[in-house]
């Protein structure tokens, strides 16, 4: 048996391999039948029992009939080998992290053309937090195999963990030409577009993961991520009913999910998500912040107060419950009570984004407009999606905006493209507060191509396209248009497709009621068109283009480095391993933090 024969999965966290011998018998091969009648049917048999344990998850099974089967002395080293690798694996699972270190040293001196050992010790490596050891393992795996494709998707990972999310993304797109239908790559390549602000991007590989694999749950939860972030709140919440219907009590969903259903305005909904949290966790802090904000919403001031009382009780340094608290006093018209935990939090975080925006609001209840305003956008530099302030500025009709430059040449029509820094977006003096985000899928500026508004009965939405740079794909060089969905009344972007890449060209198909896109790169997407009345859509539309008064952010504090970062909950599944999240876990779930480990401790510590 040669390693070009054997492509070990993976589970679905991009960190822990799954076993060679898993996989065999999920796709019922018969690859160990040679190796059977080679060393005999006992150990044989074990070996087979082994992967019928670990396909079901049974890995102490697993490990006790491999242990049995790696007792025949006559069994040759390749074979010895693979059957270490596969203890190793399961070990892992276990978390036995020093034996499973051993099983796969020794693997690799019985068998060093094994790819599948490399693979996974990298994967073991990586999840203890040792990149640089983990990319020799994934280099040395695609030097024996240089087609499997789980060693570019796991260096990928790896250099996503480095900070190399430019390295991560060409090994990430290399793991899909190898294997189009692999799911757990196309999350890490989503990974890996969103490390790099590519918002867009990383939705169309989560939803493209989604159609292969049904049941990926953190496919969904990443994909909520990012709808949460582009203000999609329903659907947000949607992917998390779909993560919860496979996993029913992981509490950080429910969570999650309740925030989003506070967002979208279904505060019934969101009441019930932070009560089931509570009752998984009962000394949830979240829980009880969450529950709190979604009473008060509903004029349940006094229950709303228990809630905050009860989480400050447990995290008496909980900047987030006294901030919510603060709004709750204005709610009550006791702006006074509302002070005194204003001092609290000055004396606690002064430079937190909540302190700012509990400040603004404290200022905007005394009428004290001006100080309102610089306290709200000094909450806005250091979260620039935190959504309390920004419904605070619009209800003060005052938008925050940043420096931003003409792109001489880049506009169509009445659109322009404005920059800051890296980022592009494109505005239109007839919809003032729609704002497209232009990605780029390569170095440069975008340029406008062509803007699109539909006629009835879809005219309240348009499409804009343009050139989005160049991605490599196989050996070529593929020119890439995107085109955003504009949902024009709303001032929402609903999608961005991928218009044509090389000579590929997407297909559309537009209904009273939905738009059905198959996008260049493969993905069929559908965007659903809200359906409204004429006077309905005047009205939107109207509100939605109507000018607001501006106040630019000052640029030493918008380029400053975020503290927090509201538009991603830092509690949420996937704050912990993307790029920009908050830093403020501690306000959700305040529990003590060991001290963090070496390799060393974890491997060979007691």
């Known amino acids: 048996m040669t390693a070009s024969n054997l492509s070990p999965r993976f589970a679905r966290t991009p960190l822990i391999g799954v076993s060679v011998l898993a996989l065999i018998a999920a796709m019922g091969t018969t690859t160990y039948s040679v190796e059977a009648q080679t060393v005999g049917s006992a150990s044989a048999g074990k070996a087979l029992e082994a992967a019928q344990a670990l396909r079901r998850g049974d890995d102490s099974q697993a490990i006790s009939e491999l242990t049995t089967a790696l007792g025949d002395l006559t069994l040759p080293n390749e074979t010895r080998a693979t059957y270490l690798n596969d203890r190793g694996t399961a070990r892992v699972r276990q978390q036995q992290f020093r034996l499973a270190v051993e099983d796969f040293n020794r693997a690799a001196q019985l068998y060093p053309e094994y790819a599948a050992t490399y693979v996974n010790r990298g994967n073991l490596l990586l999840a203890l937090g ?33 900070g190399r999310s430019d390295l991560a993304l060409v090994d990430a797109t290399k793991a899909i030409e190898l294997n189009p239908r692999d799911a757990v790559a196309l999350v890490g390549r989503g990974r890996a577009h969103l490390a790099q602000n590519r918002r867009h991007a990383a939705m169309r590989d989560y939803s493209r993961a989604i159609a292969l694999n049904s049941g990926f749950v953190q496919a969904y939860r990443y994909r909520a991520e990012i709808r949460f972030g582009l203000g999609q709140t329903e659907d947000a919440a949607g992917d998390l009913s779909r993560a919860l ?5 992981r509490v950080d969903d429910y969570l999650a999910r309740g925030d989003a259903y506070l967002a979208a305005d279904n505060v019934a909904a ?26 008060a919403k509903l004029g349940a001031h006094e229950e709303a107060l228990d809630d905050l009382g009860r989480a400050l009780e447990i995290d008496p340094r909980s900047v987030r419950a006294y901030a919510v608290r603060v709004w709750v006093y204005i709610k009550m018209q ?114 406008l191509l062509d803007w699109e508004r539909k006629k009835s009965p879809n005219s309240n939405f348009g499409v804009l396209r343009y050139a989005a740079g160049s991605m490599q794909t196989g050996a070529a060089n593929d020119v890439v248009e995107n085109a955003a969905i504009i949902d024009v009344a709303s001032a929402m972007v609903m999608g961005v497709v991928v218009a044509r890449m090389g000579r590929l060209e997407a297909k559309w198909s537009w209904d009273d009621g939905a738009v059905t896109v198959t996008g260049a790169d493969g993905l069929v997407e559908e965007f659903r068109l809200k359906s409204r009345s004429k006077d309905d859509r005047d009205a939107i539309a109207a509100i939605a283009n109507a000018p ?19 538009s991603v909950p830092s509690w949420a599944p996937w704050a912990q391993n993307t790029p920009g999240a908050s830093s403020s876990t501690s306000q959700r779930e305040s529990r003590p933090k060991p001290k963090p480990k070496s390799i060393f401790d974890m491997l060979f510590g007691n």
């Open 548 to 566: 607001m008064r501006r106040a630019s952010v000052p640029s030493s504090e918008a380029g400053s480095s975020p503290k927090s970062n509201s």
């Open 245 to 249: 219907a496979y996993d029913p009590r």
């Open 270 to 295: 969101a009441l019930k998500d932070y009560s089931r949290v509570l009752e998984l966790r009962p000394n949830s802090v979240p829980g009880y912040i969450g529950r709190g904000y979604a009473h």
């Open 130 to 162: 040792q990149a640089d050891e983990a990319l020799k393992d994934f280099a040395r795996a695609i030097v024996l195999a240089p087609n499997l494709s789980a060693a570019y998707n796991n260096r990928a990972a790896a250099y996503l963990k480095m």
């Open 334 to 447: 006791q702006p006074t009570l509302g002070e005194k935990d204003v001092e609290r939090l000055v004396r606690l975080e002064p430079t937190s984004a909540d302190t700012h925006w509990a400040q603004g609001e404290i200022e905007e209840s005394l009428g004290r407009g001006d100080g309102a305003v610089i306290a709200y956008q000094k909450a806005l530099a250091l979260a620039p999606q935190h959504r309390d302030v920004i419904a605070a500025m619009q209800r003060i009709g005052i938008e925050t905006i940043k420096d931003e430059t003409d792109v001489s040449g880049a506009g169509i029509d009445k659109w322009r493209v404005l920059a800051s820094g890296d980022d592009y977006v494109a505005v239109n003096e007839l919809f003032p507060k729609v704002r497209i985000p232009l990605e780029m899928m390569s170095k440069g500026a975008p340029k």
